[in-house]
């Protein structure tokens, strides 16, 4: 990971990531440890071995906790347990979902249900385990991990676009809600991250080369990217910053 920038506010501040073992989350605890924050994440494996990776990075060991967050009693005692550890949260990124894909026609009510458990429920109910101890601490910064693929409109998983969108719609209404508690939300749309999971999964050349060209900026997405613009959004650089959506995707939504 390379630190582009420092941003010494989130020194010490109390970090919870949802899925902050793998994929962008790992690169996002890596990015937040190497501020000096003091990060809790959960994942639903065991993550020991990503933890004695980081500690011996960074001198920092993060605080990691197994947890399915479609459980919301089971997200909130681990919401409490990082607040036990590290002080109250004043960063949380809700990072963890499922983009399974899957067509219209063979979505049943369970595998609707469970979507947006992962996908949205769970954001919100760990929007609400934090407000207290935001509020207490004198404001907080919160990151609701979207996607662009509701805005482009893309087939293949209408639950998960769905629960996208719904990202969105509440990210601006909490927002609003508890802006006089100097408490943020910001939503973050990357475009499509080469994450080690996209790669084995779906990326070709051609449908790669056939999504930058559709992109103004001529050059593939790193999760570097993401945790640059997850940091800003979580410091007091975006201090000003609330109710938006911020589209980390190299110009794909501009061009449609």
Not at 117 to 125: D, E, G, Q, T, V
Not at 205 to 233: M, S
């Amino acid at each position: 990971m390379t630190l582009n920038a420092t941003f010494p506010d989130l020194r010490d501040r109390s970090v919870f990531i949802t899925g902050g073992g793998a994929g962008i989350g790992a690169f996002l605890t890596d990015g937040f440890l190497a501020q000096g924050a003091k990060v809790s994440f959960v994942q639903r494996s065991d993550a020991t071995a990503f933890c004695n990776e980081m500690e011996e990075k960074h001198g920092l060991r993060p605080h990691a906790q197994t947890c399915d967050i479609s459980d919301i009693a089971a997200l909130r005692s681990s919401l409490a347990a990082a607040a036990d550890e590290h002080g109250p949260v004043t960063v949380l990124v809700n990072n963890a979902a499922n983009d399974a894909r899957h067509t219209a026609e063979e979505v049943t009510e369970d595998f609707w249900d469970q979507s947006q458990a992962i996908n949205l429920k769970s954001y919100f109910f760990a929007c609400q385990a934090v407000l207290a101890g935001m509020r207490a601490a004198g404001g907080g910064a919160v990151v609701n991990m979207s996607s662009i693929s509701y805005m482009m409109g893309n087939a293949g998983y209408p639950a998960y676009t769905t629960a996208n969108a719904g990202i969105n719609g509440m990210t601006r209404s909490l927002a609003r809600e508890f802006g006089p508690d100097k408490i943020r939300f910001n939503a973050l749309a990357p475009g499509w991250v080469l994450t080690e999971k996209q790669i084995e999964q779906w990326v070709t050349p051609e449908a790669l080369a056939a999504h930058i060209d559709r992109q103004c900026l001529k050059d593939t997405l790193k999760p570097q990217d993401i945790v640059d613009a997850v940091l800003f959004l979580s410091s007091a650089s975006s201090r000003m910053m609330t109710g938006q959506l911020m589209a980390v995707d190299g110009g794909v939504v501009v061009t449609g």
